[in-house]
């Protein structure tokens, strides 16, 4: 089992910049992607960015540009600088981490923290 810890999140004005941070813990040898989701209020969880064991990388098209995903793999925890930020991208910004253990794929997910972009 993988225990994963946001920080970062906060209140920013339009344009601004933060940086999020995941670390993970306890079955950390069986991590293979890892990337961050977002939920604002009444929608849907989706996908922001995510990055594999190897560095390939993928980005949802509002953020391309925009956003960076990085990742430590000596600290187990990976990085999400936001860039030119938008009221739009006001949401609960959650972590995630795919454990792979005998052919088993398993999703595991932080606690979300908040970022808020006012206008």
């Known amino acids: 089992q993988v225990q994963l810890a946001e920080s970062g999140g906060g209140l920013v004005q339009t344009g601004g910049s933060l940086k999020l941070s995941c670390a993970a813990s306890g079955s950390i040898f069986s991590i293979s992607t890892m990337g961050w989701y977002r939920q604002a209020p009444g929608k849907q969880r989706d996908l922001v960015a995510r990055?594999?064991?190897?560095?390939?990388?993928n980005y949802a098209d509002s953020v391309k540009g925009r956003f960076t995903i990085s990742r430590d793999n000596a600290k187990n925890t990976v990085y999400l600088q936001m860039n030119s930020l938008k009221p739009d991208d006001t949401a609960v910004y959650y972590c995630y981490a795919n454990t792979v253990v005998a052919g088993t794929v398993s999703g595991n997910w932080g606690q979300g923290t908040q970022v808020t972009v006012s206008s």
């Open positions: 990055i594999t064991r190897d560095g390939a990388t």
